[in-house]
């Protein structure tokens, strides 16, 4: 009996060393904390970081960490493969986040080759064809349906209804629209050919497109050839300091053309760097705003605080709470394939494209964000565009326009571009 | 029986000494003990290529000098039990502006009691540094206000980092350590160099 009781008691120490020293998932992080998008790419670094700590505490992957590793690779293409290659051949991760247009859809086709999923901060069009690029996946809605919702909704309820174009809509005039975006940026150019087909649909015409720098601290010429043009809708297709900018010369210049900015140059920034001539901006956004109430935001705060304390909460942006999704997101492709007993790529994706009306932690409405579905056919997690306006200096709702149900006939067609 | 009993709540009771310690633990305590330059190139960001009629070539990429700064710093257990740096990351930032932040994953034990010290070099690059000024936001307003400008800025440290003549501070800085039962301490800390 003392025997089997001792036995008992060493295996009992086993068991508590063993939980203690719990097997480890290692995810891999390229981030921008020092290039040309890292006004809004530090904040999401932070976020990441942050949620994995979340995970962690609440369980992490069935009981097994996440290690993250994340590194910076100051929106430098040839970075950002050299830190992948050291991922997957020194760290052995099982999961790749990545950041930009131009360094995911470099790295596409060697992820793809080498079967390892990664999702993106990149929300091109371009990463949601399974066919061409099976292993990437975005966790929001796609720039091309955002720049397509962003018009809709423009031409629908400004031009349409407001007093402002009343009497060019009685003169019978077509809108014209302009777009102002880096021309060398593939973030920037990813949904450009969309708009422009989505403006030939709703009968608005298209200028002249104009080439403005993510760097850009002056904007005027582009805003007086616009002006040349007539532009009716401008199209914003940069990051928040350059769209400021843009948007700061329009109104200095009396440009008289709305405005409508992708996800990543729309936030509080915009608002505070645009004062009045910010007022009426029309932008998307990956999920909800820091600070909204939705489930899970209460989480987001408090691990602001509790991993970066020297950060203050005044300074961080929605770009936190999309880190979020996107974390939220591969925990829960990595969560189903371990379940399974086997954590490497096929199956990560394929569990992946099992999310069926998911919501980020299994919560509806969690970060602003529901009714997700991933397949094998189609990577766009939601056709529905999220889209707010700056109204007295706040960001408020504008509405919600869900692609697929008012384009039907179209919405299988625009997978991928 | 006694006997049986005896040796499971001594079973229980080591265990139970294993664990103690890790709920004792003492956050380590980090600090900025200096900062060095450890390598400099003179500040350029113009293409120094030329082409065979002296000119310099067109760049599609921008052109600079790298800046490696070491930071040093003090890792100190105060506890008894030995403590093992599992990760650590800071923002550095000259004249208050935020130029870099970094990530080290190295592992290092750090005995009960001791301090340890820890080099981080971090590269700086004049073209990306002068980037990163521009689209931040925050950096944008400070410097319209200085009647500034990002080259300038940039210019200036590179001219003036080895005597130190603007502060190089770091910032947010956390550090993750792990006892030997694997639970884990998080701590945070700043410093600022030239220490006044």
Redesign the interface.
């Known amino acids: 009996m003392a025997k089997k009781i001792l036995l008992l008691g060493l295996v009992l120490g086993l068991l508590w060393t063993t939980a203690f020293a719990a097997d480890e998932i290692k995810v891999g992080s390229i981030n921008d904390l020092t290039g040309a998008t890292s006004d809004v790419g530090k904040d999401a670094a932070l976020g990441i970081r942050e949620c994995v700590t979340y995970v962690n505490d609440s369980g992490g992957i069935n009981g097994k960490k996440i290690k993250l590793l994340l590194y910076d690779y100051g929106y430098r293409v040839p970075e950002a493969m050299t830190i992948y290659k050291r991922f997957r051949d020194y760290d052995k991760i099982a999961l790749l986040l990545q950041w930009g247009t131009g360094d995911t859809e470099a790295l596409s086709p060697t992820v793809n080759k080498d079967k390892m999923v990664t999702i993106s901060d990149s929300l091109s069009g371009h990463l949601c064809d399974p066919k061409k690029t099976p292993y990437n996946f975005v966790y929001s809605t796609d720039y091309s349906t955002n720049a397509r919702a962003a018009l809709t909704a423009w031409y629908e309820e400004v031009w349409k209804k407001s007093d402002k174009w009343k009497a060019a809509r009685d003169a019978g005039k077509k809108p014209k629209l302009v777009c102002f975006y880096m021309f060398a940026a593939p973030y920037a150019s990813a949904p450009i050919k969309a708009i422009k087909d989505q403006a030939q649909i709703l009968g608005i015409e298209v200028g002249k497109d104009e080439d403005v720098s993510l760097t850009a601290l002056d904007a005027k010429s582009q805003v007086l050839a616009a002006k040349g043009e007539e532009a009716n809708i401008v199209w914003h297709g940069n990051t928040t300091m350059s769209v400021a900018t843009a948007v700061k010369d329009a109104y200095a210049l009396k440009l008289g053309a709305d405005h409508i900015v992708n996800n990543w140059g729309f936030d509080k920034n915009l608002v505070r760097m645009t004062s009045q001539a910010g007022e009426g901006v029309i932008g998307a956004a990956a999920c909800a705003f820091l600070g909204d109430k939705v489930p899970y935001m209460d989480k987001v705060l408090e691990y602001c605080k509790k991993v970066n304390p020297g950060v203050p909460i005044e300074k961080r942006d929605i770009r936190t709470v999309q880190a979020w999704l996107k974390v939220s997101m591969a925990v829960s492709g990595l969560q189903k394939a371990d379940k399974k007993g086997k954590l490497d790529g096929p199956k990560i994706k394929a569990e992946l494209e099992t999310l069926k009306d998911w919501s980020p932690f299994d919560t509806p409405n969690a970060l602003g964000r529901s009714g997700y579905t991933v397949t094998p056919e189609d990577h766009r997690p939601t056709p529905v565009s999220l889209l707010y306006t700056i109204k007295d200096g706040k960001i408020v709702p504008l509405t919600q326009i869900n692609m697929k149900e008012k384009f039907p006939d179209k919405w299988q067609s625009w997978l991928g571009w | 029986?006694n006997?049986?009993?005896t040796?499971?709540v001594?079973?229980?009771a080591?265990?139970g000494l294993?664990?103690l310690p890790a709920l004792a633990a003492e956050a380590p305590v980090v600090t900025l003990d200096r900062v060095e330059v450890a390598s400099i190139q003179p500040f350029f960001v113009k293409p120094l290529i030329k082409d065979k009629d002296g000119n310099p070539k067109e760049m599609t990429y921008g052109y600079s000098s790298t800046l490696n700064v070491a930071y040093v710093l003090n890792i100190k257990n105060p506890g008894k039990e030995p403590v093992q740096l599992s990760e650590l990351?800071f923002t550095t930032a000259f004249d208050g502006f935020?130029?870099?932040?970094?990530?080290s994953?190295e592992g290092m034990w750090i005995p009960g009691g001791k301090t340890n010290q820890w080099r981080v070099i971090v590269t700086n690059?004049a073209f990306?540094?002068i980037?990163?000024l521009?689209?931040?936001?925050e950096h944008?307003?400070r410097i319209a206000e200085m009647k500034s400008s990002a080259g300038a800025l940039v210019s200036k440290w590179w001219n003036g980092i080895s005597d130190f003549s603007f502060p190089v501070t770091v910032?947010?800085?956390?550090a993750l350590f792990k006892d030997e039962?694997?639970?884990e301490i998080?701590t945070?800390f700043?410093g600022t160099w030239p220490k006044k």
Do not use: H, I, W
């Not at chain 2, 935020?98 to 990530?103: A, E, I, L, S, Y």
């Not at chain 2, 521009?134 to 936001?137: D, E, N, P, S």
């Not at chain 2, 910032?171 to 956390?174: D, R, V």
């Open positions: 029986m006997k049986a009993l040796v499971f001594a079973c229980v080591v265990m294993m664990v990351q935020d130029v870099n932040t970094v990530t994953y690059e990306p540094t980037v990163s521009m689209v931040g936001a944008a307003a910032t947010n800085g956390t039962k694997g639970k998080r945070t700043t």
